[in-house]
């Protein structure tokens, strides 16, 4: 599986930016996805997951109330839409696929990763 994620780029506090992420192959619909970020000098962080068939959700409590996460398995795209968002939110952020039943969120769980997109929030 093969990840490219889109849509990072300048936005004010309290903006939004929706966030894409498209898989090649067949087999998108069998995987959970999820969405990591790593701002500068920090570890990466979990930001919130989807299951293969969108209904079980996975949130970080640093984002609850304000992103979150969906996915189109007909298009092998998963989104990110994230409102509110404040400086902290500062990063590159990076979407990956898990095989495993229940990945959690450890970054280690995730067989697939994308190349990131950086999202910058100025205050």
């Known amino acids: 599986v093969q990840l490219q994620a889109s849509g990072g780029g300048l936005v004010q506090a309290g903006g939004s930016l929706r966030l894409s992420c498209t898989a090649s192959?067949?087999?998108?619909?069998?995987?959970?996805m999820g969405w990591f970020r790593q701002a500068p000098g920090k570890e990466r962080e979990f930001v919130l997951r989807?299951?293969?068939?969108?209904?079980?959700?996975y949130y970080a409590d640093s984002v609850k109330g304000r992103f979150t996460i969906s996915r189109d398995n007909a298009k092998n795209t998963v989104y990110l839409q994230m409102n509110s968002l404040k400086p902290e939110d500062t990063a590159v952020y990076l979407c990956?696929?898990?095989?495993?039943?229940?990945?959690?969120?450890?970054?280690?769980?995730?067989?697939?990763w994308g190349q990131g997109t950086l999202v910058t929030v100025s205050s």
């Open positions: 989807i299951s293969p068939n969108g209904v079980s959700i």
């Open positions: 192959g067949r087999t998108f619909s069998r995987y959970n």
């Open positions: 990956a696929a898990a095989s495993t039943v229940l990945p959690g969120t450890r970054a280690e769980s995730y067989d697939y």
